[in-house]
């Protein structure tokens, strides 16, 4: 199985949702702050695929994602 490692820099996310979106089984909008918060125990190997896809589409470049002792991947980059 997989080691996936996913982050959210609060001071980047905006609120788009389209992380959520993608993948309502790892992210979740908070409306009380306007920000995107990954969900506690949600599978994140499960999810890889979708992971890197919301990283990829997000807007503000908010997500890192790694997985397997990989890099870790900004989003657009």
Known sequence: MSQI????LN???CGFGNCAALCPEVFALD???N???ILPD?????YAA????AASEC???AIFFSASGG???????
Not at 5 to 8: A, C, E, F, K, P
Not at 50 to 53: F, L, N, P, V
């Open 5 to 8: 490692t996913v982050q959210i």
């Open 31 to 33: 409306y009380d702050t």
């Open 11 to 13: 001071g980047m996310c």
């Open 59 to 61: 807007p503000t470049q």
């Open 50 to 53: 979708a992971i890197s896809k």
């Open 35 to 37: 920000r995107t918060r």
């Open 42 to 46: 949600a599978p994140l190997a499960n």
């Open 71 to 77: 890099q870790a991947r900004a989003s657009h980059g």
